[in-house]
């Protein structure tokens, strides 16, 4: 099940602000607290943010919605945020505070068949992201022949994404986190 | 018996320092008078200045000040035009005959004069800037469509810092004009201002002791500016003014901040101002400036 949250909703219900913009640390932090409501009661293993009706967003507000909702959501096992409805201007912004944090989210991207990666992702498991994200299911071996390194290697690779919550992981084996 | 204050023929961040000495002199005590006589110009940085040394004098429970009026009827129309006087009456016993001119749309500024208080104002302020940004920073600065939104964002971040630091209100304006003697270009300014703790005053808690001797105003501002440091502990502080760096590094733009005695700046390759200035006159609270200047083919 996938819970789809509109952020620009959640700002008007939340901060009653005649405006479409996420701007400002305290604005930020109430239209995180209404999103982690609305998670928690729908009670869905994958939430998707949907930014199309967003207008600015600056990195304040960034840090507020995005990376601290990430840096919560990791402690809870099963649970996982993916990002829609971005422009370039939410991009920059939120990689930025990613980066910042040392942590990464998947983003929707119209046109484009798997999910982009936002923030710090050293180009080696962006690799294996793309890979693992093609074969859409299996383990650190079928990833390992994918690629063409070693198990452990891809093993390595594999644990890291999952701590960042990028894939599904469970007992050895990985799956692509569900979208529809 | 009063103290004279002397508003600069030419008001901009350069002069900010000789009005500031000026308002930093004589008796604290005794009323002030702001004596804006001779004034033939002021960039926005000076507008929202002289509208922060008298919200001081009135936090402070000081004897209204006293203001004259400039004696350039187009200099008198234009300040009004920018919403300054509208706020001046707050804070000042204005002498003179100041133009009853509405605060008009007008080409050379994208935001008048505005009051900065709490989170509200920020989404204000970035609501009503975004259309004429774009129409100025492409159409007449030659800038991509892009940086519309960063500037907003740099707008944004820039205000925040009033109602997250200050601990007090403070003032926003947005001007376009030409940087004759500096640049030879059209640029926009955006000016900030606020009276109250200043960088030192915030940071002191927690950054202080890293410091040791050396810290201070300019230390403040290094830590805050440089090393992005903020007051706050949670990790993801600071963002703000790396933003706001981030965006004028791509667009060839230039940030200074005043804080107390010390001035730091992030200095573009067409000024030569200097990276940090130190032992300079006492002005309360912190005073941000950005200059973007208009793209010329060198710049890309």
Same mark, same amino acid.
């Given at each position: 099940m996938i819970l789809t949250i509109m952020v620009e909703r959640v700002l008007r219900e939340t901060?009653? /602000?005649?405006?479409r913009d996420l701007v400002t640390r305290s604005t930020g932090a109430a239209v995180r607290t209404g999103i982690e409501r609305a998670i928690a009661e729908g009670g869905c293993a994958t939430t998707l943010l949907d930014f199309?009706? /967003?207008g600015l967003l600056d990195f304040s507000c960034a840090d507020e919605v995005v990376a601290k909702l990430l840096l919560r959501t990791q402690t809870e096992d099963d649970r996982y945020v993916v990002l829609s409805g971005l422009r370039e201007e939410h991009f920059e912004a939120i990689d930025h505070v990613l980066n910042h944090h040392q942590i990464a989210v998947l983003a929707k991207v119209e046109a484009e068949a798997a999910p982009r990666a936002l923030g710090r992702l050293a180009p080696e498991l962006q690799d294996a992201l793309a890979a693992a994200q093609q074969l859409e299911t299996g383990d650190a071996e079928s990833l390992a022949d994918a690629i063409g390194w070693t198990v452990e290697h891809a093993a390595d690779a594999l644990q890291s994404l999952a701590l960042l919550r990028l894939l599904c992981a469970d007992q050895g084996h990985f799956r692509r986190i569900p979208l529809t | 018996m009063t103290r004279v204050v002397e508003v600069p023929a030419s008001f901009d961040d350069k002069s900010f320092d000789q009005f500031a000495q000026s308002f930093a002199s004589?008796?604290?005590a005794q009323r002030a008078l702001f004596d804006a006589r001779g004034a033939q110009w002021a960039s926005p940085y000076g507008l929202v200045g002289m509208l922060t040394a008298g919200q001081v004098l009135k936090e402070q429970r000081r004897e209204r000040p006293l203001f004259t009026v400039p004696s350039s009827d187009d200099v008198r129309r234009y300040w009004a035009r920018t919403g300054f006087f509208r706020y001046a009456a707050e804070f000042f016993e204005i002498h003179g005959k100041v133009p009853r001119t509405k605060v008009e749309d007008d080409a050379?500024?994208?935001?008048?004069v505005t009051p900065v208080r709490a989170s509200e104002d920020v989404h204000a302020v970035v609501g009503a800037i975004q259309e004429r940004a774009a129409r100025m920073l492409t159409g007449e600065l030659g800038l991509e469509a892009k940086a519309t939104i960063g500037f907003a964002m740099a707008l944004s971040e820039a205000c925040q810092n009033i109602v997250e630091h200050a601990g007090t209100g403070g003032w926003v304006a947005v001007h376009a004009y030409t940087f004759r003697k500096r640049l030879g270009r059209r640029v926009v300014v955006i000016a900030v201002s606020d009276g109250g703790v200043g960088f030192s005053h915030s940071l002191e808690s927690t950054q202080a002791r890293r410091f040791g001797d050396r810290w201070g105003d300019a230390a403040a501002l290094e830590a805050a500016v440089?090393?992005?440091?903020?007051?706050?502990?949670?990790?993801?502080?600071?963002q703000g003014l790396a933003g706001i760096k981030r965006y004028l590094t791509r667009w060839n733009g230039k940030l200074s901040i005043r804080s107390g005695t010390a001035r730091i700046a992030i200095v573009p390759p067409w000024d030569d101002d200097v990276p940090m200035s130190e032992d300079l006159p006492f002005f309360p609270g912190s005073q941000l400036q950005v200059v973007i200047p208009a793209q010329t083919e060198i710049d890309g």
């Open positions: 901060v009653q /602000v005649p405006y199309s009706e /967003v | 004589g008796d604290p050379d500024y994208l935001l008048p440089i090393q992005g440091v903020s007051r706050f502990r949670d990790p993801g502080r600071g």
